[in-house]
T-cell receptor, first 114, second 114 residues
Framework: AQSVTQLDSQVPVFEEAPVELRCNYS??????LFWYVQYPNQGLQLLLK??????LVKGINGFEAEFNKSQTSFHLRKPSVHISDTAEYFC????????????FGKGTKLTVNP | DSGVTQTPKHLITATGQRVTLRCSPR?????VYWYQQSLDQGLQFLIQ???????AKGNILERFSAQQFPDLHSELNLSSLELGDSALYFC?????????????FGPGTRLLVL
C-alpha cells in the first residue's frame, strides 16, 4: 500500500521569502502525484500534478514541484510567497494501475507573516 | 469555485442519529468521490461512484453508505453516529474517473456529533 509523508506539519515564513514544502511517498508501483491547497474554511484546490514527462511541474499561483523518483519525493516550492499563500497544503498520490483513490499526507500548514 | 456543491455546510447532531450529506458534481462529471477529513486520521478516501455504480471502496465504515442517482448527484448516509464521526466530509468529482484525472473538490460538510 502506498503512503505519503509530509515532513513538516507547520512552516512559518516571512512574506517574499522562498518556501519549500516537503513530501515523500512510498509505493511499490508507479504513481501519479498531486499537491492540493486548502484555504481556511474552504475545500481543496488542485495546485499542480505530475503524471509523466518533465519532472519539473508548474502549477497555479507561482508554485512548482519536482518529482524525484530515486528519492521518492515531490517537494513543492515557491520563490517568493505572499500573505495570501497562508493555507494548508496536501500532497497526495494515486497509483497507476490501481484505483482512483487519492492517498493524502497529513498536510503542512504554511503561515506567511508580514 | 470548483463547481462541486455540497449541502449542508454545517450539521450538528447527536450520537445515535442518522444524517445524509448531499453532493452535486460539476456539470458533465460522471465520477464522484467521498473523503473524510478528521484531526486524527487526516484526509481519507471513503468511496467512489461512477455513473451510478460503485467503483472503489476505501476506509468506509459499515454504518456509512452512499449512492449516486441518475442525475449524478450523490448522497452519503451516516447512521448510528458516534462522537468520532465528527469530521469534514468532502465530495469530489471528475469527468470519467480515469487515473490521474483531476478531482475537483467541493467546500465540504462539517459534521459535529454531540
Amino acid at each position: 500500500a502506498q503512503s505519503v509523508t509530509q515532513l513538516d506539519s507547520q512552516v512559518p515564513v516571512f512574506e517574499e521569502a522562498p518556501v519549500e514544502l516537503r513530501c515523500n511517498y512510498s509505493s511499490s508501483v508507479s504513481v501519479y502525484l498531486f499537491w492540493y491547497v486548502q484555504y481556511p474554511n474552504q475545500g481543496l484546490q488542485l495546485l499542480l500534478k505530475y503524471l509523466s514527462g518533465s519532472t519539473l511541474v508548474k502549477g497555479i499561483n507561482g508554485f512548482e514541484a519536482e518529482f524525484n523518483k530515486s528519492q521518492t519525493s515531490f517537494h513543492l516550492r515557491k520563490p517568493s510567497v505572499h500573505i495570501s499563500d497562508t493555507a494548508e497544503y496536501f500532497c497526495a498520490v494515486l497509483t497507476q494501475g490501481g484505483s482512483e483513490k487519492l492517498v493524502f499526507g497529513k498536510g503542512t500548514k504554511l503561515t506567511v507573516n508580514p | 469555485d470548483s463547481g462541486v456543491t455540497q449541502t449542508p455546510k454545517h450539521l450538528i447532531t447527536a450520537t445515535g442519529q442518522r444524517v445524509t450529506l448531499r453532493c452535486s458534481p460539476r456539470s458533465g462529471d460522471l465520477s464522484v468521490y467521498w473523503y473524510q477529513q478528521s484531526l486524527d486520521q487526516g484526509l481519507q478516501f471513503l468511496i467512489q461512484y461512477y455513473n451510478g455504480e460503485e467503483r472503489a471502496k476505501g476506509n468506509i465504515l459499515e454504518r456509512f453508505s452512499a449512492q449516486q442517482f441518475p442525475d449524478l448527484h450523490s448522497e452519503l448516509n451516516l447512521s448510528s453516529l458516534e462522537l468520532g464521526d465528527s469530521a469534514l466530509y468532502f465530495c469530489a468529482s471528475s469527468v470519467v474517473g480515469r487515473r490521474g484525472e483531476t478531482q475537483y473538490f467541493g467546500p465540504g460538510t462539517r459534521l459535529l456529533v454531540l
